[in-house]
């Protein structure tokens, strides 16, 4: 069974630092690719990042470019999201998922920038 | 605003037929595939069609998506009540370099 388990959010200051991480099971980590979504209170999914199966490609949202870092260990099949200088609209619920078609996703791990 | 576009809600009584559309442009829909997801709030999303009008494994047939030139839609028939949930169309774009979604569609079963 496919499962992607997202950890690491929690509540943070402005200008503060997390590390998202997103552990996967069932499926041959290293053959796809992982994607992390993400969906502020009242609002529809917006996506962030993306990082290809040997992380040959990353790609980044304008709203989180040079900010965020987002990397793979296809050793520990994890995915992480590091976030820096986090602003109040950071403030969401976000997702990991796989593939370029996101056919299976997290439950999702809520991060809260507030002072 | 959302580069691609999806009426904010949609409604229908159990039985009926209910289409959600969504429309981009030439660097999206109108050169990669469009997926659509179902959205429970609180719940992981779930890839409802993938390829413009592909099913996954398990999803019931009374989803069908399409697409034609820079749009898509998505029809819901025979709806049920546990069809309530809000629908999001999405595709990678080249000029953004990224994939981008509809702002999303809460469809109400009455």
């Known amino acids: 069974e496919v499962q992607l388990v997202e950890s690491g959010g929690g509540l943070v200051q402005p200008g503060g630092s997390l590390r998202l991480s997103c552990a996967a099971s069932?499926?041959?980590?290293?053959?796809?690719?992982l994607t992390w979504v993400r969906q502020a209170p009242g609002e529809g999914l917006e996506w962030v990042s993306y990082?290809?199966?040997?992380?040959?490609?990353?790609y980044y949202a304008d709203s989180v470019r040079g900010r965020f870092t987002i990397s793979r260990d296809n050793v520990q099949n994890t995915v992480f999201l590091q976030m820096n200088s986090l602003r109040d609209a950071d403030t969401a619920v976000y997702y990991c998922?796989?593939?370029?078609?996101?056919?299976?996703w997290g439950q999702g791990i809520r991060v809260t920038v507030s002072s | 605003q959302s580069v691609l576009t999806q009426p904010p809600s949609a409604s229908a009584t159990p039985g009926q037929r209910v289409t959600i559309s969504c429309s981009g442009s030439?660097?999206?829909?109108?050169?990669?595939?469009v997926n659509w997801y179902q959205h429970f709030p609180g719940t992981a999303p779930k890839l409802l069609i993938y390829?413009?009008?592909q099913r996954p494994s398990g999803v019931p047939d009374r989803f069908s998506g399409s697409q034609s030139g820079t749009s898509a839609s998505l029809a819901i028939s025979g709806l049920q009540s546990e069809d309530g949930a809000d629908y999001y169309c999405?595709?990678?774009?080249?000029?953004?370099?990224?994939?981008?979604f509809g702002g999303g569609t809460k469809l109400t079963v009455l």
């Open positions: 998922a796989r593939g370029g078609t996101l056919d299976y």
């Open positions: 999405s595709a990678w774009d080249d000029s953004l370099n990224g994939r981008v």
């Open positions: 069932g499926f041959t980590f290293s053959s796809y690719s």
């Open positions: 990082i290809g199966a040997s992380a040959d490609r990353i």
């Open positions: 030439s660097s999206n829909i109108g050169r990669y595939p």
């Open positions: 390829n413009n009008n």
